[in-house]
């Protein structure tokens, strides 16, 4: 066996006993967990509720934040888990996973929209009502279910009689008032707390979770592992939090700031091709365009919109380049307009708000234009090659002009020669200034002569006074 061979046995070797080794900490911790878990129960008797809270939107993060409540709940075979609603609502397919944790739980769910001044609105409607037990605080509100940004008349029907006849379904399975349902889904009424139980639309009022545990004490509520009678007061509450991960996601789950970091972040990159070498501006636009690939992951992202922002930049690149008189920006104004309207998915509620796309389109609109302005001007000026530009400079003799040598300036060496015919010599270590450009050859005169001619000069015309 060869000495690599052997090196890559004993690494594999050992990366295996490491894995051993997590898994029976792994194993370890969470037997640990669960004995403490037990033995915690056993020195209190008191019944345990874990709880979970969706605040906020309703995004991936609280779905996952959800669903991981549900495991633990299980795991420690809680008595239940409550979950508290505060939310103006959010994306469809996130409450659609919370709903399907929810109704999949062995353990007793409760949903309360609370305290005071919460509401359940929109996909949140949704999440009480396809609870198996929903209850509202005083001076809460629920419902405006209808779904949002459907563009056409054809799909708004489709949509709306989907979920119309979805929250119907969930409001049947718990004897609500499917009827009210559906007409928050259709026509987006809303209820407050005593209408809604006056509607049956939820199961009780509580003004605080003391007081919804005595209120459910003795009652019967079913469960996906069957019926399950509720004794919660005097419960010990859990509360499930989202990780740091969840909550940077969480946070970052915003329509507008999506928008502002993809465009802000291309706009960096872009910045970057025109001036490269400066490194900050397409550092800081590849993070800002990342960071926006992450917040997309948890939004209902249309490709479409994009796609029509990147051509946008890409057409007043273009404008820049050639200087096509802002005809390119001015389409590139159009395309970035309905790439911001078109960003996100027409079946979801989020869009990026009108007066902040319109704010940065004029704001793209007057940098662009005083660019491409600024690209025409200099297309206009006079080229000046390298070589002209040497006209008038002075240049040392770094071989002897006799009658061609060599000058170096500005690090470069020329062939040269001196003006005259025949050119006088010119030795190596004097200074010349050079006066026009033959060909591959530059005419030079020494400084010593120039001095000499405008004393002349000076000296004639004092003659003539």
């Known amino acids: 066996m060869s000495p690599a061979t052997k090196m890559t046995v004993r690494r594999v070797g050992s990366f295996a006993i490491l894995v051993l080794a997590a898994g029976a900490l792994g194993l ?3 037997g640990t967990t669960t004995a403490g878990a037990t033995a915690s129960r056993a020195k209190d008797a008191r019944p345990v509720v874990y709880q979970v809270s969706i605040t906020g939107g309703v995004d991936p993060a609280t779905a996952r934040l959800v ?10 075979k ?14 469809i397919s996130s409450m659609e996973d919370i709903v399907k944790a929810i109704q999949g739980s062995s353990v007793p769910a409760v949903c309360w929209v609370g305290p005071r001044g919460s509401i ?3 996909a949140a409607t949704f ?14 509100s629920i419902g405006a279910a209808h779904p949002v940004g459907v563009s056409g008349a054809t799909e708004i029907t489709k949509v709306t009689n989907f979920y119309a006849g979805y929250i119907r379904s969930l409001a049947e399975s718990y004897g609500r008032n499917a009827k009210w349902a559906e007409n928050a889904v259709r026509h987006s009424v809303s209820a407050s707390a005593k209408e809604a139980l006056r509607l049956h639309v939820v199961d009780l009022i509580a003004p605080s979770t003391p007081a919804l545990f005595r209120a459910l004490d003795g009652r019967q509520v079913g469960t996906a592992a069957g019926s399950s009678t509720l004794h919660l007061v005097g419960a010990r509450v859990n509360e499930v939090h989202l990780t740091s991960g969840e909550e940077i996601v969480h946070w970052l789950s915003d329509a507008d700031l999506a928008f502002l970091l993809f465009v802000f972040g291309i706009g960096g990159i872009v910045f970057e091709i025109f001036h ?7 550092l800081v636009g590849i993070v800002l365009v ?4 992450v917040v997309f992951d948890s939004l209902p992202i249309n490709v479409a919109g994009a796609i029509l922002l990147v051509l946008a930049f890409v057409l007043f690149v273009i404008d820049i380049k050639v200087a096509a008189h802002g005809l390119p ?5 159009v395309l970035f307009i309905l790439g911001g309207l078109l960003l996100y998915d027409p079946s979801s509620s989020d869009e990026v708000s009108r007066p902040l796309l319109i704010s940065i389109g004029v704001l793209f609109a007057a940098f662009f234009f005083v660019v491409v302005r600024a690209a025409m001007r200099a297309r206009r000026a006079p080229v000046v090659s390298g070589v002209e530009r040497l006209i008038g400079q002075r240049a040392t003799v770094v071989d002897d002009l006799d009658p061609v040598g060599r000058v170096r300036i500005e690090g470069e060496t020329w062939t040269a020669r001196a003006v005259g015919e025949p050119p006088a010599p010119v030795p190596a270590g004097a200074t010349v200034e050079i006066r026009e450009r033959q060909g591959f050859t530059l005419i030079v005169e020494p400084i010593d002569q120039l001095e000499l001619g405008l004393t002349d000069s000076s000296i004639n015309s004092e003659a003539r006074r």
């Not at 990342?290 to 690939?293: A, K, P, Q, R, T």
């Not at 920006?329 to 104004?333: A, E, L, M």
């Open 28 to 30: 370890g911790a969470t």
């Open 67 to 76: 669903e991981r409540g549900v495991r633990q709940a299980q795991n420690a």
């Open 78 to 91: 809680a008595d239940a888990l409550l979950v508290r609603v505060d939310t103006p609502g959010g994306l």
């Open 120 to 122: 359940a609105g929109s």
């Open 127 to 140: 999440i009480v009502i396809g609870c198996p037990v929903a209850a509202m605080a005083p001076s809460t």
């Open 276 to 282: 490269p070498g400066l490194n900050v501006p397409g």
């Open 290 to 293: 990342i960071l926006s690939f």
């Open 329 to 333: 920006t001015i389409g590139g104004i």
